[in-house]
């Protein structure tokens, strides 16, 4: 599935630091991927996950497949930006192609790195940014008024679209992103929405960016971005990009024994991957044979025709059922026979809803 979330971020918070992690974490998987095309401003980034070791170590396959999360670099967000400053609006296009956003947050005090605008304050640094891009959509809403107020005098099924986009506008020059755009769930308002696919209606992540010896107890930058985040219930993650640079180079014992110098447990390069995943709406399920272990990633909800259509169209089209298993019912019994003789494979059919961690054997007929 190709879902993306957006990097942004001012000039110089570290942006470019993060994107090179999580191209390196891409590259070192980049043998298991033959066929990504990989693009530079984009990081096709393995996601992270304990239960496909788990399961990788019960099976013993000849490769292990993780899930992937794309993210792109979104260059050239600067205060103005909407108005045509830096790159101008060359980031517009690339932003909206995305399907949440990593808002990357300086929270490191360092001399030598210049701040744009002076010092290092998260939550003006948060203002530029999300300011600019509620004037993103208020711009590119009035690029379509003068098309929606001919419609609306054509045809009376389209004054309603025109009344909400009158409504969007205003709520946005308050300041106000479209996320907090009450009656968003009306039926003109829905559609103006999937139709303009506002910038400010999609999903954030905070990304506190701090030096390596502010990854213990949060300072008061990483306080005042996760109180500016809890208002709207965005998730927050903190980073030293820098270090995850450092580390992109090391093998699994050796980024441990690293982490563990700085006193911390997992990876916040990890956690970014992970917390995009679900803040996409994405599970995974899982395949289990003697060649490959592998995650498919689907979307919360689907059920079982489409889930299979992950692996192959033909699966969807021909499928007969699913034989299921669930992820700990797997490890308790530590194999597939085990577990059909322990009576926990189900037999499931087309209407099944697949969950998170599934191990999934499809039966198909084409
Ligand atoms: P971008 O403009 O947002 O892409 O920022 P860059 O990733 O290019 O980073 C700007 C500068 O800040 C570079 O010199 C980085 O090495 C430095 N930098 C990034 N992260 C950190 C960090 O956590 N601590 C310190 N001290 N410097 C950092």
Redesign the pocket.
């Known amino acids: 599935m190709s879902l993306s979330i957006g990097i942004v ?1 001012l ?7 993060l994107f090179n992690a999580l191209t390196r974490a891409q590259n070192a998987q980049a043998a298991n991927y033959p066929f990504c095309t990989i693009e530079p401003n984009k990081a096709v980034a393995p996601v992270p996950d304990p239960r496909l070791d788990a399961l990788a170590r019960i099976a013993n396959p000849q490769r292990v497949l993780p899930a992937t999360v794309e993210f792109t670099d979104i260059a050239g967000l600067v205060k103005g930006a909407s108005k045509g400053e830096g790159l101008g609006n060359k980031f517009l296009a690339n932003i909206r192609e995305t399907q949440a956003i990593l808002h ?1 947050v300086r929270c ?1 005090v ?1 001399d030598d ?1 210049v701040h744009v605008h002076g010092g290092v304050n998260p939550l003006e640094d948060i203002e530029v940014i999300e300011t600019e891009l509620i004037l993103a959509d208020a711009q590119a809403l009035e690029n379509r008024m003068d098309r929606l107020r001919k419609q609306a005098k054509a045809g009376k099924e389209h004054q309603a679209k025109l009344a909400a986009a009158e409504k969007l506008l205003a709520h946005l020059m308050e300041g106000k992103p479209a996320s907090s755009m009450p009656g968003s769930d009306e039926a003109a308002m829905a559609e103006l929405f999937a139709e303009m696919g506002p910038i400010t209606a999609k999903k954030v992540i905070y990304c506190a ?3 390596e010896d502010g990854l213990g107890e949060d300072g008061p930058e990483v306080q005042a971005v996760r109180a500016h985040a809890a208002k709207t219930g965005s998730p927050v993650v903190k980073v ?3 270090m995850e640079e450092e580390m992109g180079g090391l093998d699994d014992a050796e980024r441990k024994e690293f982490l563990e110098s700085y006193g911390v447990e997992s990876s916040g390069l990890d956690q970014v991957i992970r917390t995009g995943y679900g803040v996409l709406g994405l599970i995974s399920y899982f395949t289990v044979g003697p060649k490959e272990v592998r995650a498919w990633t689907i979307q919360d909800g689907w059920k079982a025709p489409k889930a299979a259509s992950a692996i192959h169209t033909d699966f969807e089209r021909g499928f007969i059922r699913a034989e299921v298993i669930s992820y700990s019912d797997y490890v308790a019994n530590g194999s597939e026979a085990a577990c059909r003789s322990a009576g926990v494979l189900r037999l499931e059919g087309k209407e099944y809803v697949v969950r998170d961690g599934d191990v999934i054997h499809f039966l198909f007929n084409v």
Do not use: Y
């Open positions: 971020g000039p110089n918070v570290g942006k470019s630091t990357v490191f360092d790195v960016n701090v030096s030293s990009a820098r």
